[in-house]
């Protein structure tokens, strides 16, 4: 046995032994840092819990980021794999065993770090189908799932029921929780009742961690506080303890222009620039402004690329049978305005996105997917329509479904301004070719829970890219929880496919077996071309209308030590590294 990691592109490098792993070079300047003061950084909504595992909330995810870790991580900058919790592994000679050797952690309240949290957290939370945020997907190849299994302490095993190559990527998406807080807390005939832990009641110094900060205050709608966690494991190349800063605070602000305006005053030192702000802020930034903005192109999950999404089981059986069909869902397209969205809601300051694999990810993006992307041609829409016979009989310029009734539908989108804006492009376009589109405009987490039980007609919403698509299998993969415009294809106890794939299509069917062969596959090759065929049947397909994906676009107050652009374009920084100058 060799001591092995895996990195995304499935290239293996050998991991060697060390107790703590200074920082890469990419996160830090050759300028000395300062210790202490406050990072204040902000989030569009109040926590819907601390527990990952129990919300789909993106701003829980946020937060919990700070103060979890997992076996492994990606690098911030390169995506490379490399330790974490875990400090080194070994993979057997058929690549279905892994033995992992844990890292002399201790949790924030100061208990060690054991194999029984691994196992604790995978029984209890990533491989619990009640679990909200479970990630059984991830970890289920052929049907069955990944176990693991305690040697001792410090030492555990992971055994794969086939050679799985994106094992140690997903690892990195799953973050370990203290059993010795947790395990008592839960009703052990309610496997439900771990969504009901670490909610945004429950007093803050007994939700511990081993991340670089620990919650330390918590005021509804107004902030959530965390404190340097005195036990976060990694050091800096001069041997200074992680992270810098002594508090991490994020502000609530729900509105846009608000948090625009906290950041040119100082009270926000980074945030995500709308492209709507860039010339105004870039113009300021010339003028001597106290902060830098940068543009790069979009490497990162987010800001998630926009797709809008019509639902097959839709409550008006005479609509799901129509969206359920290629050539109107190819209208749809045909009478999307890619371009006018790109002009006129980013600025110009976005690509087309893929499909949705980002053109930057050379490890798995298909390019065949350029020429079977539908260009703005109304007139194409319009010609497909009238072949499907949905024609105006009535004379009042919207076209009719064969039951008389006119084609209209509601098209739910969220509050996030560059969501609604594209949102009335696209129905501005619809109306144009005689389909009627109602804009229903809804707080975006009142959006997740309508898409994901089904309750909605048609979707303009986001998902974020992720560097290997199986972190994405239940969204993009028919019969898993998260691919939410066609529900019955799924078991509606086990939220899995049913074994003889009832309800999906041909095109989704190979679409399924691709992602299990890709996720089983080894050699780089054959898993990029599994994912190759998934993109070319989603664009042919679009059961996902992909719009298109904002370039990132960054403020940084000119305050913070170890925020950069890498030569390369991409944005170097990292909460636990950044300092004040």
């Not at 005689?434 to 898409?451: F, H, M, T």
């Amino acid at each position: 046995m060799k001591k092995l990691v895996c990195l995304f592109t499935l290239v293996l490098f050998a991991v060697s032994l060390m107790a703590v792993p200074a920082v890469v070079d990419e996160l830090l300047t050759p300028e000395q840092p300062k210790l202490g003061g406050t990072l204040t950084l902000s989030v569009t909504s109040s926590p819907q819990s601390f527990n990952f595992y129990g919300t789909l909330d993106g701003v829980a995810y946020t937060i919990a980021g700070q103060f979890l870790n997992a076996l492994v991580e990606m690098h911030p900058v390169t995506n490379a794999l490399q330790p974490a919790l875990a400090e080194s592994w070994e993979v057997s000679a058929d690549n279905k065993e892994v033995t992992f050797y844990l890292r002399d952690v201790k949790w924030s309240d100061g208990e060690p770090f054991t194999a029984d949290d691994v196992i604790f957290t995978f029984e209890n939370f990533l491989l619990n189908k009640f679990a909200e945020g479970n990630s059984i997907a991830r970890f289920t190849i052929n049907g069955e799932v990944v176990k693991f299994e305690k040697v001792d302490d410090k030492t555990l095993k992971a055994y794969l029921p086939a050679p799985y190559g994106p094992f140690f990527t997903v690892l990195s998406h799953a973050s370990i929780y203290p059993s010795h807080i947790l395990k008592d807390k839960i009703d052990e005939n309610d496997p439900g009742s771990v969504n009901e832990l670490w909610t945004t009641d429950t007093p803050l110094n007994e939700i511990v961690g081993t991340g670089p900060f620990v919650l330390d205050q918590y005021i509804v709608d107004q902030k959530v506080t965390l404190k340097r966690n005195e036990y976060y494991w990694k050091v800096d190349r001069w041997g200074n303890q992680l992270p810098y800063f002594d508090q991490l605070e994020y502000l609530v602000v729900k509105d846009a222009q608000v948090q625009s305006a906290k950041f040119r005053s100082g009270e926000i030192d980074y945030m995500t620039i709308e492209a709507v702000d860039y010339p105004v802020l870039k113009q300021m930034e010339l003028d001597g402004g106290p902060f830098v903005v940068y543009r790069a192109q979009p490497t990162n999950p987010t800001p998630s690329p926009i797709h809008i999404s019509f639902n097959f089981n839709a409550k008006n059986e005479e609509l799901a049978e129509l969206f359920s069909l290629k050539n109107f869902r190819a209208a749809m397209e045909f009478a999307l305005d890619r371009e006018r969205i790109i002009e006129e809601v980013f600025n110009t300051l976005a690509v087309l996105g893929g499909v949705p694999v980002l053109p930057a990810n050379k490890a798995f993006y298909n390019p065949a997917i350029e020429d079977l992307r539908r260009p703005f041609d109304p007139e194409k829409a319009k010609a497909l329509l009238d072949e499907m016979g949905l024609v105006d009989k009535n004379g009042d310029g919207w076209r009719n479904l064969e039951s008389g009734k006119t084609l209209e539908f509601v098209l739910i989108c969220s509050t996030y301004q560059a969501y609604q804006d594209t949102a009335y492009i696209f129905s501005e376009s619809l109306k144009a070719i005689g389909v009627k589109c109602e804009l229903q405009v809804i707080d975006g987490s009142l959006l997740a829970q309508k898409a994901l039980s089904g309750d909605f007609e048609a979707c303009l919403w986001a998902f974020g890219n992720q560097p290997d698509p199986q972190l994405r299998k239940a969204i993009w993969s028919p019969g898993y929880s998260l691919y939410y415009c066609h529900f019955d294809t799924m078991n509606p106890e086990t939220k899995e496919p049913y074994a003889d794939l009832r309800n999906m299509y041909d095109w989704e069917k190979q679409i399924h077996y691709a992602f299990e062969i890709g996720q089983t596959a080894m050699d780089p090759r054959e898993r990029k071309v599994q994912y190759g065929i998934w993109q070319e049947l989603y664009a042919e397909y679009v059961p996902f209308i992909y719009v298109c994906k904002g370039m990132d676009l960054m403020g940084v107050s000119k305050t913070l030590g170890n925020f950069h652009q890498t030569a390369d374009g991409a944005l170097a920084y990292a909460v636990y590294t950044m300092f004040r100058k």
